[in-house]
């Protein structure tokens, strides 16, 4: 009897704690925009480091960051040692901190032009703990949805890092036949970065990763090697023989980005994972000889590939775009 009794006690009371610890069905923090529209100037994390929001201030000699970083952007760290992030426009507002803005895990970040144009839409960032200090990532490119379906943020925490984090109803500006946005989920992995759930399992090997990751991997290289010659190729490879990294566009593309040791002013390459799919653009630059190169497995869709192409590194060089199908690039003036 007692032995019967024990057994319903367990199945009644302690197996749905357990998965429900088990699943994470329940987020320690969630948060969604959808109530009353809120922005936080400037966020306290647990380790001392701040994220501030700066405007109208000279942009630092020593990074290279896009125009729009003149008007406002989001900055991290420390008095007298503060980085200048990637999330600039003319609005960027912190939308939310957790456990609370003096003492936070997490922040999210949304930016946009602030124009007509850009009511429909915002670049979304999520400030986190890394294994060394702040780090901040970009989910995407966040539309407003149709009614009802709005945009969620989940997070499940390990000390004051993110153990798990899933946004769902993220709609990146894919629309079906009839024009409707088609929703999808992103989910954090340990690298840092949020990935679309259609991200193939294969290629997350290659996030945050260095270029020679790839080019030096026998079968994820083998399908570029159809388009390239062998010396072609070991050109790409040298080009970025020296410091790189690498980051995830949309949650879908690799961008990874490095420059020839001891030559990194001059010559410098790219590699472009296509996440869903596996296609791969090399791209290489040589300032000094005016050469622009590239080879794809694929014609480029501009209505997909244009997500990319400002987190390729041109080092100010030059400016990429897509034209019918392939990749060009046009010198900029100095």
């Known amino acids: 009897m007692k032995i019967k009794f024990l057994l319903t006690f367990i199945t009644i009371f302690l197996l749905p704690s357990i998965a429900l610890t088990q699943t994470g069905a329940k987020p320690d923090f969630s948060w969604n925009s959808a109530g009353k529209y809120e922005t936080i100037e400037k966020v306290r994390f647990e380790n001392g480091e701040m994220a501030v929001i700066v405007s109208d201030k000279k942009l630092p000699p020593y990074q290279r960051l896009k125009e729009e970083c003149a008007y406002k952007r989001l900055e991290i760290g420390k008095e007298g040692n503060w980085f200048s992030t990637n999330a600039c426009d003319s609005r960027v507002h912190?939308?939310?901190?957790?456990?609370?803005a003096s003492n936070a895990k997490i922040a999210i970040v949304e930016t946009n032009c602030g124009g007509t144009i850009c009511n429909s839409?915002?670049?979304?960032?999520?400030?986190?703990?890394g294994n060394d200090g702040l780090r901040i990532t970009k989910v995407g490119t966040s539309f407003y949805g149709p009614k009802g379906k709005i945009t969620t943020y989940d997070f499940w925490f390990d000390g004051k890092k993110i153990k798990r984090s899933v946004i769902r109803n993220f709609f990146d500006g894919r629309e079906n036949d009839l024009g409707d946005l088609i929703?999808?989920?992103?989910?954090?992995?340990?690298?840092g970065d949020?990935?679309?759930?259609?991200?193939?399992k294969e290629f997350e090997q290659f996030i945050s990763e260095h270029p020679d990751n790839f080019m030096g991997n026998s079968s994820a290289r083998s399908e570029i090697l159809k388009f390239v010659k062998p010396e072609e190729f070991r050109e790409y490879r040298n080009a970025m023989s020296g410091p790189g990294s690498s980051s995830v566009t949309n949650g879908r593309f690799i961008v990874m980005n490095?420059?020839?040791?001891?030559?990194?002013?001059?010559?410098?390459a790219s590699v472009i994972i296509d996440g869903f799919t596996g296609h791969t653009q090399l791209i290489r630059f040589e300032k000094s000889k005016s050469i622009f190169a590239t080879v794809s497995t694929k014609e480029l869709d501009p209505n997909v590939d244009y997500s990319w192409l400002e987190d390729v590194d041109t080092q100010d060089w030059a400016k990429i775009s897509i034209k019918v199908g392939k990749l060009v690039a046009s010198k900029n003036k100095k």
Not at 121 to 129: C, G, K, R
Not at 258 to 268: E, G, K, S, V
Request: charged share 20%.
């Open 194 to 200: 949020y990935i679309d759930s259609r991200f193939k």
């Open 258 to 268: 490095a420059c020839m040791a001891h030559n990194c002013d001059d010559i410098f």
């Open 121 to 129: 839409f915002d670049d979304t960032y999520i400030v986190f703990f």
């Open 94 to 100: 912190i939308r939310a901190a957790f456990p609370s």
């Open 183 to 191: 929703a999808s989920t992103r989910n954090f992995v340990i690298q």
